[in-house]
């Protein structure tokens, strides 16, 4: 595609339910990111992606955080029993091997109420 | 661990006026070093970039030279526009480039 792209762009959940945010990244860029956005803060490192595999998954704040990546190329990234504290914008990247420049998503900003 | 620190903002500077946001960082070895702009209602993207020591990555004006013996990368502009009302972020890539790591941004706001 022409850029990376994330669904949804906006995701309101109640506490304590379930969700999936989903990226589809440049075709042909083998590594995928996702970070956080939170209000007042900087752009947390959650997990990367290299294929379908995830070498780095130390930025996962919790178990209730999940993430796979299929046919090395769309990724979801799960949320379970969602908490207040989970709002925030939820951003993809990706980019070539090797390559130095990651292209980012325009994000998934998630509310939880 | 590797990190970033930037300038807090918000950064509040007349049209035509010098800019500089500085920028210093922790890390082993040599890293890749990358200013991130994020204009209102749009995504991140790639300003400048530099991967190794005295380069000098420039795009619309803007400069950051990497100086390894200050461990800083200070994003640098003769003179703000509007438009470049944005929030800027300074960031690494370890060798690998297994990941960014990123600063808490700097909001810059320009008047007319």
């Known amino acids: 595609g022409a850029g990376v792209s994330q669904s949804p762009s906006n995701k309101v959940t109640e506490k304590g339910k379930d969700v999936e945010l989903r990226c589809d990244p440049i075709?042909?860029?083998?590594?995928l990111y996702w970070y956080r956005q939170s209000l007042g803060q900087g752009l947390e490192f959650l997990i990367y992606?290299?294929?379908?595999?995830?070498?780095?998954k130390s930025g996962l704040p919790s178990d209730r955080f999940s993430a796979e990546r299929t046919g090395g190329s769309v990724s979801t990234l799960t949320i379970q029993r969602t908490q207040q504290e989970d709002s925030a914008v939820y951003l993809c990247?990706?980019?070539?091997?090797?390559?130095?420049?990651?292209?980012f998503g325009q994000g998934t900003r998630l509310t939880v109420v | 661990g590797n990190s970033v620190t930037q300038m807090e903002g918000p950064v509040t500077l007349s049209e035509e006026a010098f800019l500089t946001i500085n920028c210093t960082y922790t890390?082993?070895?040599?890293?890749?070093l990358f200013w991130y702009v994020q204009y209102p209602g749009e995504g991140l993207q790639l300003l400048l970039k530099?991967?190794?020591?005295?380069d000098k990555g420039s795009n619309k004006g803007f400069e950051a030279t990497y100086r390894k013996e200050t461990t800083s990368f200070h994003l640098e502009k003769g003179s703000v526009q509007v438009s470049d009302s944005a929030v800027y972020f300074c960031?690494?890539?370890?060798?690998?480039?297994?990941?960014?790591?990123f600063g808490t941004g700097t909001r810059l706001l320009v008047s007319p």
């Open positions: 960031a690494l890539s370890d060798a690998g480039f297994q990941k960014l790591v």
């Open positions: 530099a991967t190794k020591a005295d």
């Open positions: 992606f290299q294929g379908n595999s995830a070498p780095d």
């Open positions: 890390a082993t070895g040599y890293p890749s």
């Open positions: 075709s042909g860029h083998t590594a």
């Open positions: 990247a990706s980019s070539l091997p090797g390559n130095t420049e990651a292209f």
